[in-house]
């Protein structure tokens, strides 16, 4: 299976400040054929299910803020909040699809205010 | 819009049966795997399996083969995740979840806690 490794555990940002976390997976999800990382991220809100922000590592979803990027290829991943905002604050998870499913998810990252 | 609606919060004790349910809507139920992620209390998400609905293809996390079934009824565009005996570790949030074909969740359920107590 591949092992998601997310680091920090958790950070604390100030308003309008940078937060980055990282990524990194135990084998490359990056696939030759489509030149393709089959890699998204989450963020989820206390008390509510995770919702999509990134996938193709660096794809936005439709809806959300221009403040998250997704960069990264092949095994070492980052999402970037570029000025993060109150409503930021929630758990952000990294899950590769590369493999045959079920896949994988990394530990979490709990975003807070400073 | 697409929409899971899940089934409401059980509370069971260890031994008992349960099946939870998540009815999919918006979109064509078929042309999507649809599939279930645990999240036990204040820990991360962890995959439990997903199936293919036009053939029931499912696929388990070795961790949960053989504790629970993932099962559907395409004719009410519904996905279900059953327990034939409960243990108090299987207290938890579940969430149903859509994967595009080639693609990653997209969307998720509201979630269903199952608590388990005796």
């Known amino acids: 299976d591949i092992v998601m490794t997310q680091s920090p555990d958790s950070l604390a940002v100030s308003l309008g400040e940078r937060a980055t976390i990282n990524c990194k997976s135990s084998?490359?999800?990056?696939?030759?054929?489509?030149?393709?990382?089959?890699l998204s991220w989450y963020q989820q809100k206390a008390g509510q299910a995770p919702k999509l922000l990134i996938y193709?590592?660096?794809t936005r979803e439709s809806g959300v803020p221009d403040r998250f990027s997704g960069s990264g290829s092949g095994t070492d991943f980052t999402l970037t909040i570029s000025s993060l905002q109150a409503e930021d604050v929630a758990v952000y998870y990294c899950?590769?699809?590369?493999?045959?499913?079920?896949?994988?998810f990394g530990q979490g990252t709990k975003v807070e205010i400073k | 819009e697409v929409h899971l609606v899940q089934s409401g919060a059980e509370v069971k004790k260890p031994g008992e049966s349960l099946k939870i349910s998540c009815k999919a809507s918006?979109?064509?139920?078929?042309?999507?795997?649809i599939g279930w992620v645990r999240q036990m209390p204040a820990k991360g998400l962890e995959w439990m399996g997903i199936?293919?609905?036009?053939?029931?293809?499912?696929r388990y996390s070795p961790s949960f083969r053989g504790h629970v079934t993932i099962s559907a009824d395409n004719s009410v565009s519904t996905a279900y995740l059953q327990w034939s005996s409960l243990k108090a570790s299987d207290t938890a949030m579940y969430y149903c979840?859509?994967?595009?074909?080639?693609?990653?969740?997209?969307?998720w359920g509201q979630g269903t806690l199952v608590t388990v107590s005796s």
């Open positions: 979840v859509r994967r595009e074909v080639a693609g990653t969740v997209d969307y």
């Open positions: 899950h590769q699809y590369y493999t045959t499913p079920p896949w994988t």
């Open positions: 193709w590592a660096s």
């Open positions: 084998q490359s999800v990056l696939d030759s054929s489509d030149n393709k990382n089959y």
């Open positions: 199936m293919w609905p036009v053939d029931s293809d499912v």
């Open positions: 918006g979109y064509s139920f078929t042309r999507y795997w």
